[in-house]
């Protein structure tokens, strides 16, 4: 089984930025691809961004294209989120979650192993 813990949300203002961090433990998931998704109140979860195994594949929703940057440091099982010149509609919990078929998919079915979350606030 793996586990997914994310930290490095917070209250900031719009146009500052925040680095997510998502460490895994129970196994390795330098295999795997990796994805993060956000929900913001009464809405529903919404894809963001994901990352390969090798971290050679990336895609990003049009919405943060040129704002995030998602990586991986394969050594400490950990998946980062930098967020640069963050809008007050990047208000949301953000999760991570794993890419269970490898497909670089932007589905929330196709995606296991959810961490509990971590709330960012952006105010105007």
């Known amino acids: 089984q793996v586990q997914l813990v994310e930290s490095g949300g917070g209250l900031v203002q719009a146009g500052e930025s925040l680095r997510l961090s998502c460490a895994a433990s129970?196994?390795?998931?330098?295999?795997?691809?990796m994805g993060w998704f956000r929900q913001a109140p009464g809405k529903k979860r919404e894809f963001i961004a994901t990352?390969?195994?090798?971290?050679?594949?990336?895609y990003y929703v049009d919405s943060v294209k040129g704002r995030f940057t998602i990586s991986r440091d394969n050594a400490k099982n950990t998946v980062y989120l930098q967020m640069n010149s963050l809008k007050p509609e990047d208000t949301a919990v953000y999760y991570c979650?794993?890419?269970?078929?490898?497909?670089?998919?932007?589905?929330?079915?196709?995606?296991?192993?959810w961490g509990q979350g971590t709330q960012v606030t952006v105010s105007s």
């Open positions: 979650a794993v890419d269970l078929y490898g497909l670089g998919s932007s589905a929330v079915a196709d995606y296991g192993y």
């Open positions: 990352i390969s195994g090798s971290g050679g594949s990336i």
């Open positions: 129970g196994r390795t998931v330098s295999r795997y691809g």
